[in-house]
């Protein structure tokens, strides 16, 4: 998916400087276009113009909204885009990333591996059932998604507080990595056509949203309702993780197979983060709740 074109290797938040570099703009670049059907070709010859400040970016609004008219999006998500507003703490995290450079011990050592695993248990002892329920339906162990789930948002403890919305815009106007974000920032004013997400949604830095941070590129394709109320609701512990099991599914994921480095579906795990550490992060911790 997407390779690394930027200039400073970067990731998320606060909560994750620490980890993957450009493990967040490879989830979904191309399924996001699939998503909303779009081709390059359906794309108009002149994209808005980026700018590298707030200073154009209402300007840049209006632009968008006819890109984001031309691709079906509805009178609720063109509200929602005229009603964003230009992220400063979004930029100014995005300029402040550092490349990672942690060993894998290191690594654990800062993200809390230990405590993340113990957790994970105790978390998977307390709702066999439901991770059981997980496993038939996608093949994916409890381990695996218990991992993601601890390393992301410290089990929903920390999914952010930057208006999701307002934040994958933002990006999408900024020159930095305007067309990698342009087809997130589609899917979420998408998400709000369709009622599953709102303006207040509230989401990490670079607008990755709910209990494991998925981009709305991602949220869109992959997002599941498992409680069954009619809604895909990210900020939900059983829609969360039944879409992120999803993801891993549709990824390749074989069920039976392991997902240690050499194993088939550690490809998988790759495909979430593009971290080297934060790979072998999860796996190793996903083994620990497992075994
Ligand atoms: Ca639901």
Known sequence: MLHSPLPAPSCRSASSRTASPLSRWRKGLGSALLALGLSALALPALAATCGNTGAGFDAWKQQFAQEAKQAGIGPRGLQALAGTSYSSSTIAADRGQKSFKYSLDKFMQVRGADVIAAQ????????????????????????????????ETGFGRFTGDTPVVSAIVTLTYDCRRSDFFRPHALAALKMVDLGMITTGTLGAKHGELGQTQFLPGNAL????????????????????????????????????????????????????NAATVYQQAIAIIAARIDG
């Open 221 to 272: 394709t992959y997002g599941v309702d498992a409680n069954g109320d009619g809604k895909i609701d990210f900020y939900d512990i059983s829609d969360a993780l039944a879409s992120t099991a999803n993801y891993l599914r549709q990824k390749g994921w074989k069920p039976g197979q392991g997902y240690q480095p050499g194993q088939p579906n550690f490809a998988v795990i790759a495909t979430w």
């Open 120 to 151: 994970g248990k105790k978390r998977k002892a307390q709702a066999q059932a439901f991770y059981d329920s997980l496993e038939r339906v996608y093949g994916v162990p409890a381990g695996v998604l218990i991992s993601i789930h601890g390393m």
